[in-house]
């Protein structure tokens, strides 16, 4: 069983940038893809990036392309969400997913772990 962790969160104005991070429990999660979601107040949770368990292949959704950036670091057992240019519509709780698969997109059915998520806050 792969415990997530996330970290990284707060408020922060808009414009201004956060760094998410994930730590997973298990070595075995550096051969699964990764994955952020986020769900806003009264919201469904909703895809944000994914990447592939060597890091070559990456997806982002529409909204953040471009401003946001998935990584991760297999020797320490983490990935990470470098968010920049951050607007008010971005306030979300940030949750960090495994995919046993060694690539995977954009459904959350497809995810077999999940974090508890971590509050991103972005004031106007």
């Known amino acids: 069983q792969v415990q997530l962790v996330e970290s990284g969160g707060g408020l922060v104005q808009a414009g201004g940038s956060l760094r998410l991070s994930c730590a997973a429990s298990?070595?075995?999660?550096?051969?699964?893809?990764m994955g952020w979601f986020r769900q806003a107040p009264g919201k469904d949770r909703e895809f944000v990036a994914s990447?592939?368990?060597?890091?070559?292949?990456?997806l982002y959704t529409d909204s953040v392309q471009g401003r946001f950036t998935i990584s991760r670091d297999n020797a320490k057992n983490a990935v990470y969400l470098q968010m920049n240019s951050l607007k008010p519509e971005d306030t979300a709780v940030y949750y960090c997913?495994?995919?046993?698969?060694?690539?995977?997109?954009?459904?959350?059915?497809?995810?077999?772990?999940w974090g508890q998520g971590t509050q991103v806050t972005v004031s106007s």
């Open positions: 298990e070595r075995t999660a550096s051969t699964y893809a």
């Open positions: 997913a495994a995919d046993r698969a060694a690539s995977s997109g954009s459904y959350s059915q497809d995810y077999d772990y």
């Open positions: 990447i592939s368990w060597r890091g070559g292949s990456t």
